[in-house]
């Protein structure tokens, strides 16, 4: 028979946990704002290009790829994206793919990501090897791509009344509408084009 002592333990690690879970996922699931939103907005104008060495890369990969970010194409990609590549191949492959405009980094990469791996031809699997952030990027609890951070500036903050910033987290997907019954708009705007995850991130 188990020890009390040793079972309440568990049983306040296990609350503990699932406290920490709620309250991650409340704070993913917070809607804000317009005042709030944007305070966390980053400048919609440059990215940075960050380098991510793996190990199948040579030192004339990493050189290509710092030569990529003075790039014109490159300094004009959207935020968040990122660049993936396939190590059996490298990258000089059609494999190595971008991805771009997306909400955040964990997603631009996935994007990136899954493209790369329907391409490659064998070997193990694609791995990132360059993000585009925002100038000056931390993590925040709410994250636009390029052009929904545009839309929010020059859309949302417009006017009053009702309004709602709908996002599709894992398409890029985003959709602002006003009005009477704001927050249904803008999700059915945002669902569109078959995003399936699409939430109210901004309201008012």
Same mark, same amino acid.
């Given at each position: 028979?188990?020890?009390?002592?040793?079972?309440?333990?568990?049983?306040?690690?296990?609350?503990?946990?699932?406290?920490?879970?709620?309250?991650?996922?409340?704070?993913?699931?917070?809607?804000?704002?317009?005042?709030?939103?944007?305070?966390?907005?980053?400048?919609?104008?440059?990215?940075?290009?960050?380098?991510?060495?793996?190990?199948?890369?040579?030192?004339?990969?990493?050189?290509?790829?710092?030569?990529?970010?003075?790039?014109?194409?490159?300094?004009?990609?959207?935020?968040? /994206?990122?660049? $993936?590549? +396939?190590?059996?191949? #490298?990258? @000089?492959?059609? *494999?190595?793919? %971008?991805?771009?405009?997306?909400?955040?980094?964990?997603?631009?990469?996935?994007?990136?990501?899954?493209?790369?791996?329907?391409?490659?031809?064998?070997?193990?699997?694609?791995?990132?090897?360059?993000?585009?952030?925002?100038?000056?990027?931390?993590?925040?609890?709410?994250?636009?791509?390029?052009?929904?951070?545009?839309?929010?500036?020059?859309?949302?903050?417009?006017?009053?009344?009702?309004?709602?910033?709908?996002?599709?987290?894992?398409? /890029?997907?985003? $959709?602002? +509408?006003?009005?009477? #019954?704001? @927050?249904?708009? *803008?999700?059915? %705007?945002?669902?569109?084009?078959?995003?399936?995850?699409?939430?109210?991130?901004?309201?008012?």
């Amino acid at each position: 028979m188990q020890p009390k002592g040793s079972f309440m333990k568990k049983i306040f690690i296990a609350a503990a946990m699932i406290a920490i879970t709620v309250t991650g996922a409340m704070a993913q699931d917070a809607v804000l704002d317009g005042k709030a939103a944007k305070k966390m907005m980053f400048s919609h104008r440059g990215t940075e290009f960050i380098v991510v060495p793996q190990d199948f890369m040579t030192e004339t990969d990493v050189a290509t790829l710092n030569l990529m970010a003075g790039m014109p194409e490159f300094k004009s990609v959207l935020y968040y /994206g990122a660049i $993936a590549a +396939a190590p059996e191949h #490298g990258l @000089a492959h059609k *494999a190595t793919v %971008a991805s771009a405009n997306h909400h955040t980094t964990e997603a631009a990469a996935a994007a990136a990501i899954k493209e790369c791996n329907g391409v490659r031809s064998g070997g193990p699997k694609c791995v990132v090897v360059a993000h585009i952030t925002p100038k000056k990027y931390v993590e925040r609890a709410l994250q636009l791509s390029t052009s929904a951070t545009v839309a929010f500036k020059k859309t949302y903050l417009r006017g009053g009344g009702s309004k709602a910033l709908a996002i599709s987290p894992s398409t /890029g997907g985003y $959709a602002v +509408a006003k009005g009477d #019954g704001a @927050a249904v708009a *803008a999700l059915a %705007a945002c669902t569109k084009d078959g995003a399936s995850d699409c939430r109210i991130v901004v309201q008012d």
